[in-house]
């Protein structure tokens, strides 16, 4: 599906889902902002796209931080012009049993998984509204439609994403502007290999007996950001091998 003149913004672009998620909007014919607090890991991105015949550039910063946000869609706007499509996927995970959960650390995950994902649409909703189309789509996890042992913090920040998504696809449903979220199942990624998850366990127990790719996580992302899913707002698209059947 072509995405030929339409701006992208990828947060966490630099590593797993979201470096899978620039490349295939790129590869489809987006200009890809990736967003990353690895500058190098962005950089990294970038070349890759543009070795690749397409056009992207790096902003290095977090997203979870206004001031960031700020100088990120400014310095987009500048090489590419107005954005159309942002994909809020930065995200950050941890593994330990509810009690020990630090106030520190509850304040970190609801910080980047949520607060930062509503901050980057408040930044570059106002370039959609002048467009009158838009694309917003929102990694959450399945984790917060299953639960998940050791990540209270985690598993409610990103039910917090579902929960955000839905009410701002109905905000912005009359505007031209669609807003869906992909909770990904067990997906091959850095984040997925650092975590205690006992990987041989989850796969035994998956209905395909794999992991997924970082890759089918992108494909469902373009497909959300295509002019063809302009009739789906508000939805939640598993991409999880059959882990989760709402
Ligand atoms: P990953 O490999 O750790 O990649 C996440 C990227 O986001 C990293 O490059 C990280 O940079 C960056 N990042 C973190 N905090 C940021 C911030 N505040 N501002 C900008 N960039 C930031 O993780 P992943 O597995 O691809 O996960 C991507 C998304 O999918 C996350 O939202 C995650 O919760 C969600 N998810 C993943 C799975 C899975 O199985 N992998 C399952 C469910 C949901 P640094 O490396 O510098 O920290």
């Known amino acids: 599906m072509s995405l030929i003149g339409k701006v992208a913004v990828v947060t966490g672009g630099g590593s797993g889902i979201g470096r899978a998620i620039s490349l295939q909007l790129a590869n489809d014919g987006a200009a890809v902002s990736v967003w990353d607090l690895n500058a190098e890991s962005a950089e990294q991105t970038v070349a890759m796209i543009v070795d690749a015949g397409g056009k992207a550039i790096a902003c290095a910063g977090d997203a979870s931080a206004k001031a960031d946000i700020a100088h990120a869609a400014a310095a987009t706007r500048q090489a590419f012009g107005p954005i159309s499509i942002l994909v809020n996927n930065a995200g950050i ?4 049993p509810f ?3 630090s106030e520190e650390m509850i304040d970190r995950i609801m910080a980047i998984n949520i607060k930062g994902p509503m901050l980057c649409c408040q930044e570059i909703i106002p ?3 002048k467009d009158g ?3 917003i789509i929102n990694i959450s996890s399945s984790s917060a439609q299953t639960g998940a042992p050791m990540m209270c913090h985690y598993s409610a920040s990103k039910g917090g994403v579902i929960a955000f998504t839905k009410s701002l696809a109905i905000e912005l449903a009359a505007k031209g502007i669609t807003v869906n979220n992909i909770p990904p199942g067990f997906i091959d990624t850095p984040m997925l290999r650092q975590s205690p998850v006992d ?3 989850q796969i035994a127990a998956s209905p395909m007996k794999r992991a997924g790719g970082s890759e089918d996580i992108a494909t469902a992302a373009a497909f959300l950001a295509s002019e063809q899913a302009g009739y789906i707002t508000g939805q939640t698209l598993g991409v999880n091998g059959g882990r989760v059947m709402p």
């Not at 995970?93 to 330990?96: D, G, N, Q, V, Y």
């Open 93 to 96: 995970s941890s593994f330990t």
């Open 99 to 101: 009690m020990d959960i």
């Open 133 to 135: 189309w838009g694309r």
């Open 199 to 201: 990987m041989e366990k």
């Open 127 to 129: 370039d959609m509204l």
